[in-house]
Every structure is written in structure tokens, then in C-alpha cells.
């Protein structure tokens, strides 16, 4: 309710959605509240022409290894610089975490923009490879691409025959993880080849993605924690905590609505509440579920609380939208402190 906003919430400046049109994939859908309004029988864009593909935008992440993030920056980032004005894409790497091992590259652009430029990161890797990569053929790589569970079965179709198309047209290798990845809802398919063969697979696969990108709707991303994730202690957000261990937290008398209370940093309630609060009325009228937020913080954490009321279709939806606006504010974050220190 915007009853529940502070005047600095109400005048909060919503950031430039990181895409501008509305068929955004894997798991990168448009922050609640900024896209335009659409009927409930909207049809998914048609793209009968490579073309149309081609300036079709989307967002593609990759788990990296600290090391390939190393290289694919490259000194005083000139890599990724390079990468950025060859291709007009916006990329950045994550913030390396302690005691983890993976970052996340994230690649926003035309689907054009983001195969050449996973093409230029696979060259990269092939022309300067971490011990890693020892393993691999020669002139070749692995690029590990995170893909919403919702949408796997678009990239492996029926009996595996799209997966197999892909990787006998662009001459690589694809394997698909079975599992999501902790504390989210998406996997990894890996990819294997030369870097002009992932060129053309990331194309492949991206047009599948641009074409199924309303069952992106509600991924959770994935990002790298140590095994502590969701602990308060330590400096930097690392995605809503859900309490599900005291059982005041959830009530269903036979049956009936359930209540759920998640804790939010204090400095994340902005990027959820959007301009004048239209990304809490989006996600609550899209998921269906009453959200109510606490108007001071609940304890010394400086956190503040959110109920959600609702079904439990209802608040799972209004869960991992959540998550998902949380998610892309963190990204957003990090992508312009990179830009600064470069």
C-alpha cells in the first residue's frame, strides 16, 4: 500500500530498466511497474525474420570462474572495454565474494550484440587460458550460460531435438544440468566449442529465449553465496532472507491464505517500491497476493518487514518477483560500480 511509504520511498527515482522492449528472457523480465500496461491476451511478439532476431534485446548471464573473470576483464579492464564498444552490449562481471569461487558475467544487448560478444569472451578465453582450461581441446572453450528452468525445455525440445539441432549446426558441444542452482530457479547449460561456434550457438539459443521469454516471468537468479547465504553478518545484500523456521511465519487454517514475512534491507525497499509505488501495486496485482510493509525496521539489522497474505500459488508468485526486482537492482549496482572503477 503506498499508505505504507515514507516521503523518500514516494519520491524514489526508479533506474533505467535494463530492457527496452518487452520480450525480455532468461529470467531478466521487466521490473514490476515499468513496463507498459498489457491485456491479458497480449501475444508474444512474432520474429519471422533473422533480422527481427537480430535487434531483439535481452539480457544473458554466464557462471565464470574468478579466473575467467580475470581474463574476460583483462587488465585494467580493457577486455571487457573492447568488448562493450565492438558489440554496443552492456557487461560486467560480479563482484568476487569470499570463499566463493564463480562470478556471474551479465550481457545486456541485441541478441546480436550479446553472441558476439560471448564470442569475444570465448576468444578471450581461448587466446588467454586460466588453468582450468587445461582440460579442453585446443582453440576451444566452455561457456557456462545460466537459463531459467522454465525455459530449458524450449533449448532441449521434444526428445532432446533441439539441443542436438544446436549443437550438430554450430559445431559444439551442450550439456544441460538436471538440478537448479541454489537459492534459485535457474541451470546451467554449458557449451563447448571454438569461439565462433559459440557465436552461433548463443544466437541459436538466444532466439529461443527471445521467442518463450514470458516463462521467464518470476525467475530467480542465481547468485553466488558462500554456504552462510542469507546471513545478515557481513556487508552487501545477498537476496531476501525467508523465514520459514519460526511457525508464526506461515499460517493456513484449513487450508485458507497463508502468511508469509520477509525481511528487506533497508536500502532495497526503494528499488521495490519503484516511482510513486508502482512496482509493489504491479507485483501485487500479478501475483495476486496482499503485501503490506512495515513501516519502521524490525530489529537492529535496519531491516524492514514484508508480509505477504495470499494463496500459496499466490505468494510464491509475489516471492520470486520480489526476488527478481532485488535481483536486478543488485545488478544494476554492481554493473555502475564497475563502470566507475574502470
Given at each position: ?142 561457456i557456462r550460460l545460466l537459463i531459467s528452468h522454465n525455459q530449458m525445455g524450449t533449448i532441449i525440445g521434444r526428445q532432446g ?91 493456513s487454517p484449513d487450508g485458507a491464505d497463508q502468511t508469509q514475512n520477509i525481511a528487506i534491507p533497508a536500502d532495497m525497499v ?8 508502482a512496482k509493489i501495486q504491479e507485483i501485487r496485482r500479478v501475483s495476486g497476493a496482499r503485501i503490506s510493509i512495515a513501516k ?47
Open positions: 500500500m503506498i499508505d505504507d511509504m515514507t516521503d523518500a520511498e514516494q519520491q524514489y527515482e526508479s533506474s533505467k530498466p535494463l530492457f527496452e522492449k518487452s520480450y525480455p528472457s532468461n529470467g531478466a523480465a521487466e521490473p514490476a511497474g515499468e513496463s507498459e500496461p498489457q491485456a491479458a491476451d497480449t501475444q508474444q511478439p512474432q520474429f519471422p525474420t533473422d533480422e527481427a532476431f537480430a535487434s531483439a534485446q535481452l539480457t544473458l548471464r554466464a557462471l565464470v570462474s574468478s579466473k575467467e573473470a580475470g581474463v574476460i576483464i583483462g587488465k585494467q579492464g580493457k577486455n571487457v572495454a573492447d568488448l562493450r564498444e565492438a558489440t554496443g552490449v552492456k557487461a560486467g562481471v560480479s563482484k568476487p565474494v569470499p570463499g566463493v569461487h564463480d562470478r556471474v558475467l551479465s550481457v545486456t544487448g541485441t541478441l546480436e550484440g550479446v553472441a558476439k560478444a560471448y564470442s569475444m569472451a570465448a576468444q578471450t578465453l581461448i587466446d588467454s587460458p586460466p588453468p582450468s582450461a587445461s582440460s579442453l581441446s585446443s582453440g576451444t572453450t566452455s531435438l533441439k539441443i542436438k539441432s544446436i549443437q550438430d549446426e554450430c559445431s559444439v558441444r551442450m550439456v544441460a544440468s538436471k538440478e537448479m542452482l541454489p537459492n534459485s530457479t535457474e541451470r546451467i547449460v554449458e557449451v563447448q566449442g571454438a569461439a565462433e561456434s559459440i557465436r552461433l550457438a548463443v544466437w541459436e539459443i538466444g532466439k529461443c529465449l527471445v521467442e518463450d521469454w514470458q516463462r521467464a516471468t518470476g525467475t530467480i537468479l542465481y547468485n553466488p553465496q558462500p554456504k552462510e547465504f542469507g546471513s545478515s553478518g557481513g556487508g552487501g545484500y545477498s537476496g531476501p532472507r525467508v523465514r520459514t523456521g519460526n511457525p508464526a511465519d506461515f499460517e526503494g528499488c521495490i517500491i519503484g516511482r510513486g509505488g519502521q525496521p524490525h530489529d537492529e539489522s535496519g531491516e524492514r518487514m514484508f508480509t505477504i497474505r495470499g494463496t500459496a500459488d499466490e505468494n510464491e508468485r509475489a516471492l520470486f518477483m520480489l526476488y527478481e526486482q532485488l535481483e536486478h537492482e543488485k545488478v544494476r549496482r554492481q554493473m555502475e560500480d564497475q563502470e566507475q572503477d574502470e
